[in-house]
Every structure is written in structure tokens, then in C-alpha cells.
């Protein structure tokens, strides 16, 4: 269910909402082959009149699933947003649409989840990386197998 907030409430008093997005609610395929968003977002807001517009404050959090660009190792990433804002224009150029009385919160939540998501996500901050052939055959680098035969005195 999108998260909704009804503009006339917002008139006597400030909106809280709690609740949970799933993937398919906020339109994220998988787009990204390193990144996938399995589970729900959870989100906790409270959404303010202000000027003539609608200030939504709060908190997202979901896990993703990754792939290490590194070395394919799967791993899961926390996304936390402890201090997401929006700022919904009601008037001028820039106005969201309202519909039946409510605004959708759900696209201004999706840009910042795809914002968060990591960019070139790595399981540690030291990943090698696959390991190469010959490393895998435990012979080493060649090049050093040649260097090695060097006799010097």
C-alpha cells in the first residue's frame, strides 16, 4: 500500500505514518545486477503544513542484497535514511498531484532508497578479488615463478 497522506488532516493536525514498501509498491526492478532490493522498506514519517507545503520528516531502512564487485560473493547491506525530509510542493511549478485528497510519498522515497543504493558494492573494504588461475592451481604468479629461478649472488 503506498504511503498516503491525506492534505486536508494535515489542516487540524501533523500526520504520523509507519509502515512497510515492498519492491513491487516502489517500482525497483532489478535494474542494478549488483544490487537487489528483496524486502520491504520500512518507514516511519510525520508529515507537517508548512507555507503552503507539506514537510514530510522520518526515517527509511531496508537490506539489500548484493554482489561484491570484487570476487561475486553474495552479502546483505543495511540502507538506514535516520533523518530522510521531503519538501511536497502543494502550489507552483514544481507541484506534486493530488489525488483523492492525498499525496503519494512513494516516488520521493524510491529516488532516495536508489540514491542509497551502493554504487560499487564490496563484501569487505580489503576484497582481493577472484583469484587468478594460477593462484588457484596454487603455482603462484608466473612472473615471479621466473624471478625466482634468478640466482644472485
Given at each position: 500500500m503506498p504511503a498516503l497522506i491525506n492534505v486536508h488532516q494535515l489542516d487540524r493536525q501533523d500526520v504520523e505514518l509507519e509502515g512497510e514498501l515492498t519492491p513491487e509498491e516502489l517500482q525497483l526492478d532489478d535494474r542494478n545486477d549488483l544490487v537487489h532490493l528483496r524486502g520491504p522498506v520500512h518507514y516511519e514519517v510525520t508529515a507537517q503544513k508548512m507555507d503552503g507545503n507539506i514537510l514530510a520528516q522520518g526515517s527509511l531502512q531496508a537490506?539489500?542484497?548484493?554482489?561484491?564487485?570484487?570476487?561475486l560473493k553474495r552479502f546483505e547491506h543495511r540502507l538506514e535514511l535516520p533523518d530522510w525530509t521531503a519538501l511536497i510542493e502543494l502550489q507552483g511549478p514544481?507541484?506534486?498531484a493530488v489525488k483523492d485528497d492525498s499525496v503519494d510519498l512513494t516516488p520521493l522515497m524510491r529516488e532516495d532508497i536508489l540514491l542509497e543504493f551502493p554504487q560499487h558494492p564490496l563484501c569487505e573494504?580489503?576484497?582481493?578479488?577472484?583469484?587468478?588461475?594460477?593462484?588457484?592451481?596454487?603455482?603462484?604468479?608466473?612472473?615471479w615463478s621466473a624471478l625466482n629461478k634468478l640466482k644472485l649472488k
Open positions: 537490506t539489500v542484497e548484493c554482489e561484491c564487485a570484487r570476487c514544481e507541484k506534486v573494504s580489503d576484497c582481493a578479488g577472484l583469484p587468478s588461475r594460477h593462484e588457484e592451481a596454487g603455482e603462484g604468479s608466473p612472473a
